[in-house]
């Protein structure tokens, strides 16, 4: 039996989407899965184990990304078709079953409204799947020790706590014990960003650069004993990967973009929801929470 099941483009919503296939691959142990999604979001699916088919799709003039998907899947008879994107493709598609989730935005967390799409009872949530080789990869590169992973880059300015203050939290969490890694995605602008910390933080710390493929910063992600970042992709993968992980939210609404898991926590500039300068979240604050994660005593993240 076969399920397609049509992935978010955006790293962060790919993420999100994976409890949902873990969901499905648990319901369906013996499905093979075509999975499809766009070039960023590639590396969450590529170690699935029912992954039969990875198909990357990108944006085309005239939407003919999607008639190049059909004539890839219109020979096929699937069992099930899930499309997260909210396409009519399913409805030109041999499929006995259709998923079909609309887009637009919605009360409450994205995860949730997955949830209640699929008529889930308990929210599945995001995990990665990371190859036995990548595991070897990250244990070359962090051996055992106290690791303090920080995200400084985001999608959009906005969104970007300063540099000095991500700085000081390493400054901070240094005199505990803790040495600093900074992960962030491909590009210049990615790099530069990073840059503006990397140079001032202790001599120790590491950059890892922004040419890994996801399932290595996943398996580098869980070496760590904390990670502390920008509403991001990397924040939701980090989440997802079972690694402490806490939030840092400004203009963006930490109500439905929070990072899931059991050890994900979330924190907020003070202001109304959606609109307040992430500058106004202070090292102080954030100190005290990612302190409080590592010793166990915060409060993860519910709506």
């Given at each position: 039996?076969?399920?397609?099941?049509?992935?978010?483009n955006?790293?962060?919503?790919a993420?999100?989407s994976?409890g949902i296939l873990?969901?499905l691959?648990?319901?369906?142990?013996?499905?093979l899965?075509?999975?499809?999604?766009g070039?960023?979001?590639?590396?969450?699916?590529?170690a699935?184990p029912?992954c039969?088919r990875l198909?990357?799709m990108?944006?085309?003039k005239?939407?003919?990304?999607?008639?190049d998907?059909?004539m890839?899947?219109?020979?096929?008879?699937?069992?099930?078709?899930v499309d997260l994107?909210g396409?009519?493709?399913s409805?030109f598609?041999?499929s006995?079953?259709?998923?079909i989730?609309?887009?637009g935005?919605r009360?409450?967390?994205?995860i949730?409204?997955?949830?209640?799409?699929?008529?889930y009872d308990?929210?599945p949530m995001p995990?990665?799947?990371?190859s036995?080789?990548q595991?070897?990869?990250a244990?070359?590169i962090l051996?055992?020790?106290?690791?303090?992973?920080?995200?400084?880059?985001a999608?959009?300015d906005?969104?970007?706590w300063p540099?000095?203050r991500?700085?000081?939290?390493?400054?901070?969490?240094?005199?505990k014990?803790?040495?600093?890694?900074?992960i962030?995605?491909?590009?210049d602008r990615?790099?530069?960003?990073a840059?503006?910390v990397?140079?001032d933080?202790?001599?120790?710390a590491?950059?890892l650069?922004?040419?890994?493929?996801?399932?290595?910063?996943?398996?580098?992600?869980?070496?760590c004993?904390?990670?502390?970042?920008?509403d991001?992709?990397?924040?939701h993968l980090a989440?997802a990967a079972g690694?402490?992980t806490?939030g840092?939210f400004?203009?963006?609404k930490?109500?439905?973009?929070?990072p899931a898991?059991?050890r994900?926590?979330?924190i907020?500039?003070?202001?109304?929801e959606?609109?307040?300068?992430?500058d106004g979240?202070q090292i102080?604050?954030v100190?005290?929470?990612?302190?409080d994660i590592?010793?166990?005593q915060a409060?993860s993240?519910k709506t």
């Open positions: 039996m076969r399920i397609l099941f049509i992935a978010s955006r790293l962060g919503d993420v999100i994976t873990d969901a691959q648990k319901r369906y142990p013996k499905a899965f075509t999975i499809v999604c070039p960023v979001a590639a590396g969450v699916f590529e699935h029912q039969e198909i990357v990108e944006k085309q005239y939407d003919r990304h999607w008639i998907l059909w890839q899947c219109i020979s096929i008879a699937w069992v099930l078709t994107r396409s009519l493709l409805a598609l041999w006995r079953q259709r998923i989730v609309r887009g935005r009360k409450g967390r994205k949730e409204q997955l949830a209640r799409a699929l008529k308990t929210v995990r990665v799947w990371i036995q080789r595991k070897e990869y244990a070359r051996p055992e020790g106290k690791w303090l992973a920080l995200g400084p880059t999608n959009w906005g969104k970007i540099a000095n991500f700085v000081g939290l390493a400054q901070a969490l240094q005199e014990g803790y040495r600093t890694v900074v962030y995605g491909p590009g990615e790099r530069r960003i840059r503006a990397l140079q933080l202790p001599p120790d590491i950059d650069g922004g040419d890994h493929t996801i399932g290595e910063v996943a398996a580098l992600l869980q070496k004993q904390l990670f502390v970042g920008n991001s992709g990397l924040m989440a690694v402490p806490l840092l400004g203009p963006s930490m109500s439905e973009y929070a898991g059991e994900a926590y979330a907020a500039a003070p202001g109304l959606g609109e307040a300068p992430i979240l102080k604050n100190v005290q929470v990612a302190c590592l010793n166990n409060q993240f």
